[in-house]
């Protein structure tokens, strides 16, 4: 079955730091690959996304690239700011469903 | 501004009571989803729907119900025969499954927490 495995957490950070979240995944055929963040108590937004091998997605400073290879699709973000404190949440989706990493609490200290 | 709406924000049972979040979405999505979420833990598939009067079970469907009488709405009845209900919920939706290989992106709500008295 499919399933993806992030890297656990907490992660702190101070404001300008560089941050990192590894994820990889095992998944049969060729998912779509999505990291989600969650701020507290609300909802998930979709961050960004890619749909094929080598796909780089990016939004607000956040990049991931889909390595097939490794089967892996880390975040990065250069330089984080305290507004980037939240949950990190990786997903594939393939065969109609998603399936998610346990999640990554970020906090960004000033 | 189209979206997905959840309400209510905070729902309290009690015991031996039937609850029912709604969800409501203007995106025009065929397909619909209901995950749980617990603390420190990713998400949990309850129910999904991929077309009007259709729905199917997930990973943790026991204790639960659906319907989808409409392509907007997809509520969840949480029963009382959920034994342990305390979580947060969040519906989810997207297009049509299919039209992305089976690979669609999926847009979520805000979420209701619901607590037990």
């Known amino acids: 079955g499919n399933s993806v495995t992030q890297m656990e957490g907490p992660v702190t950070l101070s404001e300008e730091a560089f941050l990192t979240i590894n994820c990889t995944y095992t998944?049969?055929?060729?998912?779509?690959l999505f990291w989600y963040v969650q701020y507290p108590g609300e909802g998930l937004q979709l961050l960004l996304k890619a749909t094929k091998a080598d796909d780089k997605g990016s939004n607000k400073g956040f990049e991931a690239t889909y390595r097939k290879e490794t089967t892996s699709f880390h975040l990065e973000k250069g330089s984080v700011q305290v507004s980037d404190s939240a949950v990190y949440f990786c997903a594939l989706s393939s065969d109609y469903k998603l399936s998610f990493g346990a999640g990554t609490t970020v906090t960004v200290r000033a | 501004d189209g979206g997905i709406t959840q309400s209510p924000k905070y729902l309290f049972r009690k015991e031996g009571q039937n609850v029912t979040l709604s969800c409501e979405q203007n995106?025009?999505?065929?397909?619909m989803y209901w995950y749980r979420q617990d603390p420190g833990q990713g998400l949990r598939l309850i129910y999904y729907s991929q077309i009007v009067n259709d729905f199917q079970k997930g990973d943790i469907a026991e204790g639960y119900s659906v319907s989808r009488e409409k392509k907007e709405s997809f509520p969840l009845t949480v029963t009382s025969a959920q034994k342990n209900p305390t979580a947060f919920y969040l519906c989810?939706?997207?297009?049509?499954?299919?039209?992305?290989?089976?690979?669609?992106?999926?847009?979520f709500g805000p979420g209701t927490r619901l607590l037990v008295l």
């Open positions: 998944a049969t055929g060729y998912p779509s």
């Open positions: 989810a939706s997207s297009i049509a499954p299919g039209l992305a290989g089976g690979r669609e992106t999926q847009y």
């Open positions: 995106l025009n999505h065929d397909a």
